[in-house]
């Protein structure tokens, strides 16, 4: 049971990691389609043709889901304070001080007792410790997934603006002779 509770300790700190580094794709894809916005919006002036309305429909609604996409980013990233084992130093001193209470009180076996509450301390510590760090990531995770769920809308929206800028633009080009 030790070994599985500090087996798990040390999968939710790679897991963070893990959360952590699956950051980047969603930024750059908000990235992406924000620039895409931006070049599809400029090109059309008021006042609006009806084509043109449903453009806007479009681009509101892919900045809707923009703005939803970078608050669940924010939330996957912010916020987020994992707990640690302690330093082998701070483990070290509570050991020594333990061996200190059981010799002041005349306990023969000192250091055995002393080792012992300190390994049990750290089992409940690796325990305490992997389900709090657990929860954290979950929730980091969930954030990361409405994130992307939001990203995905906001790319349907970016293609179905880009038709009537498409079909703008391929109205107003000339003909090649």
Same mark, same amino acid.
């Given at each position: 049971?030790?070994?599985?509770c ?7 700190i790679? !897991? !963070?990691?893990?959360?952590q ?5 969603? =930024?750059?894809i908000v ?9 599809v ?7 609006y043709? /009806?084509?043109?309305?449903v453009?806007?429909?479009?681009? =509101?609604?892919a900045?809707?889901s923009?703005?939803?996409? &970078? ?10 304070t994992?707990g640690?084992?302690a330093?082998?130093l701070k ?7 333990l ?6 009180? /005349?306990?023969?076996?000192a250091? !055995?007792?002393a080792?012992?509450?300190?390994e ?10 992997? /389900? ?5 990531? /979950?929730?980091?995770s ?6 992307? #769920?939001? =990203?995905i809308?906001a790319? &349907?929206?970016? #293609?179905l603006?880009? #038709?009537?800028y ?12």
């Amino acid at each position: 049971m030790d070994d599985f509770c500090k087996d798990h300790y040390f999968h939710e700190i790679e !897991r !963070r990691r893990s959360l952590q580094n699956g950051l980047s794709l969603p =930024i750059g894809i908000v990235t992406i389609l924000s620039g895409i916005l931006i070049t599809v919006t400029r090109a059309f002036n008021t006042p609006y043709s /009806d084509l043109e309305f449903v453009f806007l429909f479009f681009v =509101i609604s892919a900045v809707i889901s923009l703005t939803t996409s &970078i608050v669940f980013i924010l939330k996957s990233h912010i916020g987020f304070t994992y707990g640690y084992i302690a330093s082998p130093l701070k483990l070290q001193n509570y050991r020594n001080e333990l061996f200190q209470y059981y010799s002041s009180n /005349d306990e023969k076996n000192a250091n !055995r007792l002393a080792n012992e509450n300190v390994e049990k301390y750290i089992f409940r510590e690796y325990a305490k410790l992997a /389900d709090y760090n657990a929860k954290k990531n /979950d929730m980091k995770s969930y954030n990361l997934h409405c994130a992307n #769920i939001s =990203i995905i809308f906001a790319l &349907i929206f970016c #293609i179905l603006s880009s #038709i009537p800028y498409v079909y703008s633009y391929l109205g107003q080009a000339s003909p090649v002779n």
